[in-house]
């Protein structure tokens, strides 16, 4: 019972470079972060690259992120940028390993 792995789900925002704000879940937000950069993972982010990560939330089940990120897609955008702003959520994705 020890080598239990405990999945974290995501709901998340990403700001694209056309400064339009996209909200999706995951239960990998590093891969599914590779995949958006990659132009691999919604069409919406693939035409606009690139896109960061600005905001997320954590959740212990699926249902919770999916449900936070219908709540994000039903904000208006002025809504969404007062929550990054509030969270002060500007994520650094930098890798530094070398």
């Known amino acids: 019972m ?4 405990t999945l974290v789900n995501y709901a998340y925002m ?4 056309d400064g339009s704000l996209y909200a999706g879940w995951t239960n990998d937000i590093n ?3 590779l995949a958006h950069q990659s132009g691999n993972a ?4 693939r035409t606009r690259l690139p896109v960061s990560l600005v905001y997320y939330e954590t ?3 699926k249902e919770e992120a999916m ?3 219908y709540a994000f897609k ?12 509030s969270s002060n959520a500007e994520v650094d994705t930098t890798n530094n390993s070398h």
Do not use: D, P, Q, V
Not at 2 to 5: A, D, K, M, T
Not at 14 to 17: D, F, G, P, S, T
Not at 42 to 45: A, E, G, L
């Open 2 to 5: 020890g080598n239990e792995i």
């Open 14 to 17: 990403l700001r694209c470079a």
């Open 31 to 33: 891969k599914r972060l």
């Open 42 to 45: 919604s069409k919406y982010t």
């Open 59 to 61: 959740f212990e089940t």
């Open 67 to 69: 449900s936070r990120e």
């Open 74 to 85: 039903h904000m208006s955008k002025s809504e969404k940028e007062s929550l990054i702003i």
